[in-house]
């Protein structure tokens, strides 16, 4: 329904032609805006090209991205969504993630498709001032792409994208005490967009039995190629599934 809506159109059309080349953004880093401060941030994670860097503890990751925020003066509410196929991504890990208070976002086409769709539905919600930050490879956010969002008066965090995660816990510096890094946020939320109607969930338990579950399962063969799917038809075939996407 949003999708085909004329001001969704319309605002596609806003951002086409959307150049996927490898290109960086030649802005300097500048000092955040003081509206921009206490505006809303959402953060868009790309979980599969920036995992969790070895060594550190997943359930820090939200901690120390909030953190790296409050260093830089971003007091507004945080979104943080881990965005991914997630089927690679082994399930303590996710678990740990998710208790961090990220959200969980299962996509069965790629991450820069993804982005467009979650950004281009964050700015409907949220008029600027409001902060975006993606945290993937410098092909998944188009330099031009965020010039756009830039000039509609959204603020883009530096550095466009984060190439890793390493930088956070580099910030964060150890200084939290152990106890107060395991302190989860409010229950995050988690998404299923390879089954058609995106479909939300609340608890790890949820998004385990959702993941496992055979409706979900039949969606996921729907976004491979035909003839990996004629070879998994049957449910619940998860092995040859991952497989496909490897
Ligand atoms: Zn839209
Ligand atoms: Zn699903």
Request: hydrophobic share 35%; proline share 6%; glycine share 6%.
């Amino acid at each position: 329904m949003h999708l085909s809506s004329t001001y969704h159109q319309q605002k596609v059309s806003e951002f086409v032609p959307i150049s996927k080349e490898l290109q960086c953004l030649s802005s300097p880093l500048t000092e955040p805006h003081e509206k921009d401060l206490g505006a809303v941030t959402s953060v868009f994670w790309d979980i599969e090209k920036c995992p969790v860097p070895h060594g550190c503890v997943p359930r820090r990751v939200g901690l120390c991205i909030k953190q790296f925020l409050e260093n830089k003066g971003y007091s507004g509410p945080l979104t943080i969504t881990a965005i991914g196929v997630l089927t690679d991504v082994p399930s303590e890990i996710l678990r740990e993630v998710y208790a961090s208070g990220i959200a969980l976002n299962i996509i069965g086409s790629t991450f820069s498709t993804t982005l467009d769709r979650l950004i281009c539905e964050f700015t409907v919600k949220n008029p600027p001032p409001a902060n975006i930050m993606v945290i993937s490879d410098a092909k998944s956010f188009a330099s031009d792409y965020a010039s756009r969002l830039e000039l509609r008066g959204y603020n883009i965090l530096q550095p466009v994208p984060s190439y890793s995660l390493e930088g956070f816990f580099q910030e964060d510096s150890g200084v939290l005490e152990e106890d107060k890094c395991s302190e989860t946020s409010e229950s995050a939320f988690w998404i299923c967009s390879v089954c058609s109607d995106n479909i939300h969930g609340q608890g790890f338990e949820n998004f385990t039995t959702h993941v496992t579950s055979c409706p979900h399962k039949r969606k996921l063969l729907d976004w491979l190629p035909s003839d990996a799917r004629f070879l998994s038809r049957e449910c619940g075939d998860q092995a040859k599934v991952n497989e496909v996407w490897r």
